[in-house]
């Protein structure tokens, strides 16, 4: 079984919301990442957590902020965000063959 | 850092044609090499990896991959087209780990295929 899941699937919130986005994953994998995927675009690496640690952070702005609560899960905080913020946001775990599996996304209007 | 690069952003082929399309990278290292597929309202799905061994690599739905060091390239290609096979292809890359280390896939731009039949 090789599935990530993620909800909500769709999302809409006005700049003063806050929100989260869950994603979890049971297999026993030990990186997990956010990626966002703006329309026509390849998706684009937001942070890794490995271990349940913060391992990488790619210069993202504060008003997103993730959270690695235990193994098979991975939220991601949403605080003032911008309308240029819109997008499909992908969750993914990695196997221990390096091999990363994505979540279905959630994809995320704000208004 | 490491860039993807994939030559054809939209590719319109008609059914049981066959199919190529070119990625190559820029990394001075070992890399892990993958092609991912989108198909319309889905999510990302792996097609076909490479780490090492052989480079010539078969994945799910009668595709297949070559690895060419000497070019950094690793290009996909599929005999014989169908009309399911349009979607939206991802090459990206990535540096091998072991242990707790992990880190993120660079996609190149994707490569937007239609298939008419």
């Known amino acids: 079984d090789t599935e990530v899941t993620q909800t909500p699937k769709h999302l809409v919130m006005g700049m003063t919301n806050k929100k989260s986005l869950k994603c979890e994953q049971h297999m026993g994998h030990r990186a997990m990442y956010w990626y966002k995927q703006k329309a026509k675009k390849p998706p684009e690496l937001m942070f890794v957590y490995s271990y349940e640690k913060l391992s990488i952070n790619e210069s993202v702005p504060s008003r997103f902020s993730p959270e690695c609560p235990n193994s098979s899960l991975l939220n991601l905080h949403l605080h003032a965000l911008q309308p240029e913020d819109s997008a499909l946001y992908l969750c993914a775990s990695r196997s221990l063959h390096d091999t990363q599996y994505f979540g279905p996304g959630t994809r995320l209007t704000v208004l | 850092a490491q860039s993807v690069s994939q030559h054809n952003h939209h590719v319109i082929l008609s059914e049981a044609a066959s199919l190529e399309l070119g990625c190559n990278y820029s990394?001075?290292?070992?890399?892990?090499l993958f092609w991912y597929v989108q198909y319309p309202g889905q999510h990302l799905q792996l097609l076909l990896k490479?780490?090492?061994?052989?480079?010539l690599v078969k994945g799910i739905k009668g595709f297949e991959a070559e690895f060419i060091k000497s070019k950094f390239s690793f290009n996909l290609r599929k005999p014989s087209v169908q009309w399911s096979d349009t979607a939206e292809y991802f090459c990206?890359?990535?540096?091998?780990?072991?242990?707790?280390?992990?880190?993120?896939?660079?996609f190149g731009k994707g490569t937007h295929l239609i298939i008419q039949p």
């Open positions: 490479y780490f090492s061994g052989d480079p």
């Open positions: 990394y001075g290292g070992t890399v892990n």
């Open positions: 990206a890359v990535n540096t091998p780990h072991s242990g707790g280390g992990a880190d993120g896939l660079t």
